[in-house]
Structures are given as C-alpha cells and as structure tokens.
C-alpha cells in the first residue's frame, strides 16, 4: 500500500478477493496514524483475520502498540526468520508466544522472549521485488535499494538505529552484495544502486574493500548514499576509491554546525572532523548533502542561522527536519524532564511542503515552538528550498508573494537581488532555448 494511493473500497475488494489468511502492517512512527486508520478499517470488515504489526515502531514501542485494539500479535525486531515462523504457527494453531519478539495480549511482561539481531547477514535471501507492481520493479533500474550491512556503534541521542538495528555493526561481505547487484541487474535492468544502510562507512576498510571489487566486477553501474554516512569516517583513499567506483551523491549526517549542539548530541565527531570529511568528499568528485536537526538540546534561531552559514561556506546542499523525540532513545528521557510536549509523536512531520504543516511536537523556554517554525522557513529561505515551505499547487501570484514575503522577512539583504537573479536566469534560459532552436533548424 506504500506503493500508490488505495482507497478504503478498494482495500476491501482487495481483502475479499484475496482472502487472505494473516494481514501484516509494518508501522514507522510517521506512519502509526494511517496504519491505525487501515488496521482499524480491517478489523472492521474482517474480525476473524489475525493483524500482526511489525516494523520500526513496533520495534522501539512493541508495549505500547499491544494495546491497540486492531492490533493482535506485535512482532519487534528484524523478522525474517521469525515472521516465517510465526506464520506458521498461527496456521498451524499453535502457540506463538515464546518467538523471540512477539507481543501478545495474554503475554505477561516476564514471559516476552526478546529479540536478537541477525549475526550473520550472508545468510539472508535477498530481496524479490517481482511480486510487486510493475511500475514499482521500474523505479528499481535507475535507485535499486541496497543493504550492505546494519547496526551503528554510536550513541547519538536522538535516533532509534542502535534500538532497531542494535549497537554491533554486522556486515555482508562484498562477494554476497555483488551477486545481489548481479541479479538486479539481470532481473530488473537495474543501472544504478542507493545504498540505504544505517552506517556504510563505519567501517572504513569493508567500505574499501567493497568498492574494490565494484571497480574490479563487471558491473558499471552509479550509486549513492541517501541515507547519511559519517564525515569522520572517510580518509583520501574511502572517498577516491568511492568515486571510482561510480559513487557520484552522498548525503552525511551533520545534524549542527555549531560545537555546543553538535557535543549536547553525542555525536562523537566535531565540526572540524564533518567539514574536512566534507571536503575530502568533494575533492574526489562526489556531491554532498548534509541532514541537520531543529530543535536539539541547546539548538536556537540563531544556531540555525550559523547552520546556513555552514552549509554557503562548504557548497553543500542540505535538509532540514524538525526532532521528533523516539521511545527509547536518550533524546526521549531528556525532553521528558526538560521539554513542553505539545503533541504526540506520531503527530509530529519532520519536514512538509509547507511551514504550516510542520508541527514541533515539543518546546524548551529556550526554544518555543514558534521560533522553530520561523527557523524552519527561515533555513529553507535562505537555501531557497521554498518547495519546503509553500504548499504545492499554490497559485502562480500566490507563490511569488509568499516567496518575496520569506525573502523580506528572512533574508532582508537578498531581498531585491534574488527576484532579479531569477529573471536573469529566465532570460538566459530563453536565451538558450532559442540558440537551441536555431541549430536545430540549420
Ligand atoms: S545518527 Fe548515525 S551515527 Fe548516530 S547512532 Fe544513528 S546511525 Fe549511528
């Protein structure tokens, strides 16, 4: 249902003509609203199939998603080999209760077996995306999805990897990770890869190895890293043999620019170590993007602002999302003592296509939830993400008010130079089209 817009008389036809014997619902915190929405709609029509709730959120906060009452059987953890298992049993009629990871009603707290993380990652099937809708198997071939290890050693207060994911870093060895590409690209015409890992370069010898034998292969195929390495983590070499190996885009874990934030965060690296991580990055060809946080512990607007001025010095591009405090993580404990909760979690949007839609989800004296907001447009001002902040499919005049609105507000001195900027470059573009024109026509 991730892959397209179902409404709620389709999912029933699709219940009723499938029949199915288990329903499965894998939940994100994001996502807890509309997997609520679904699980209860279910419920409703089929009381009789049994809904079990994995994922992320059931991972992090299995006790509290138990007492939903679409909900029937919790499965926490990394599932591939209990999901099978408790399948099953549950045709089978046997009990499902001492799998490790798996929240029942009747289960008491001392009789839930915990989970364990999967040692050896080699051992896994890989993924067989033919089921899946056609236009779905297409967006494969240019951003096939790869998983090249799992688990992060640090301890950055904020985030659930460590949880979900668990603190050892366990790896697939390259020969195993380029059968996989192998077979994508076979079976899927996949030309280029995204490696979606918690930490692919925590590891900085595999990483090299990995790209090693990428060069060596085959294989021609570009790739990325959307999903944030760390800049401490890369030497001349990491970054060279990346490039080589058809890495063009990577995006890296920044979070703050400002020490006292950075250090509040346990990130465990300086601002020195993301900028020369930075560097080395670009230097050997590769762009970089960098993720920051409003909103952590010590943050203000005028943090946010030495985070714009950060992002203009290095040429990066960047992402902004507001902190959503998870279960569990340090970040939780520290906004229960010192914060103003003004919303529940799964409330809370990181990001939007618009301000207004962006709700911190908690506040400090320090940091009201108002001035996150204006820091919010303020950021995406100054980077002139403006998609960010103005809905889509807001009218033409209605967007350039908004734009020179944010622009006079936020970014006073740009004020009059941005508008004339922009018509420079539409002119130039037109200028170019026709060029094109008339070459073409000669
Ligand atoms: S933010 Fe990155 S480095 Fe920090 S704990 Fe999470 S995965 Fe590890």
């Not at 029949?19 to 209860?40: E, F, Q, W, Y």
């Not at 906004?335 to 839609?357: M, N, P, Q, W």
């Amino acid at each position: 249902m991730n892959n397209g817009a179902v409404s709620e008389r389709d999912l029933a036809a699709a219940v009723a003509r499938f029949a199915p014997d288990i329903i499965g619902i894998s939940v994100k915190t994001a996502t807890l609203n509309a997997a609520r929405k679904t699980g209860s709609l279910l419920r409703s029509i089929r009381p009789d199939i049994p809904i079990i709730v994995g994922g992320a959120h059931a991972t992090v906060a299995g006790q509290m998603l138990i007492k939903e009452p679409w909900v029937d059987i919790v499965l926490s953890g990394e599932c591939e080999a209990t999901l099978p298992e408790l399948c099953t049993r549950l045709m089978a009629g046997d009990p499902v209760s001492e799998i490790a990871g798996v929240f029942t009603r009747q289960q008491r707290d001392e009789d839930r077996q915990s989970y364990s993380f999967i040692l050896h990652l080699d051992e896994l099937q890989y993924p067989d995306y033919s089921l899946f809708p056609g236009a779905v198997q297409d967006t494969l071939r240019t951003g096939y999805p790869l998983v090249t290890s799992r688990g992060c050693a640090f301890q950055c207060v904020y985030c659930s990897v460590p949880l979900i994911s668990g603190r050892r870093f366990r790896k697939r060895s390259p020969e195993k990770i380029l059968d996989e590409l192998r077979g994508a690209v076979s079976r899927y015409g996949v030309r280029a890869f995204e490696i979606i890992d918690d930490a692919f370069n925590l590891d900085m010898d595999r990483a090299k190895e990995f790209c090693r034998q990428l060069i060596q292969s085959d294989l021609r195929l570009f790739w990325s890293c959307p999903n944030g390495l760390r800049a401490d983590r890369v030497d001349k070499e990491l970054a060279m043999l990346m490039h080589q190996a058809g890495c063009r885009s990577i995006m890296v874990g920044i979070e703050s620019a400002v020490p006292d934030v950075l250090a509040s965060i346990h990130k465990g690296e300086t601002i020195e170590d993301i900028e020369q991580g930075i560097r080395r990055f670009q230097k050997a060809g590769i762009r970089v993007g960098g993720y920051f946080i409003i909103g952590a512990p010590g943050d203000s607007y005028r943090a946010q602002e030495k985070n714009v001025e950060f992002i203009r010095k290095t040429g990066i591009t960047a992402h902004f999302n507001m902190l959503i405090p998870y279960p569990g993580t340090a970040l939780w404990e520290w906004t229960r003592a010192h914060a103003r909760y003004l919303a529940d979690i799964e409330e809370g949007l990181h990001f939007s296509d618009s301000v207004d839609k962006v709700q911190p989800v908690f506040e400090t004296d320090d940091f009201t939830a108002a001035d996150r907001r204006k820091a919010y447009t303020m950021v995406h001002t100054r980077i002139r993400h403006f998609d960010m902040v103005i809905p889509r499919g807001t009218t033409c005049p209605c967007r350039v008010a908004r734009v020179l609105h944010f622009l006079w507000t936020y970014d006073r001195m740009s004020f009059a130079a941005y508008p004339l900027r922009q018509l420079l470059n539409l002119v130039k573009r037109l200028f170019h089209d026709k060029k094109r024109e008339g070459e073409r026509n000669s």
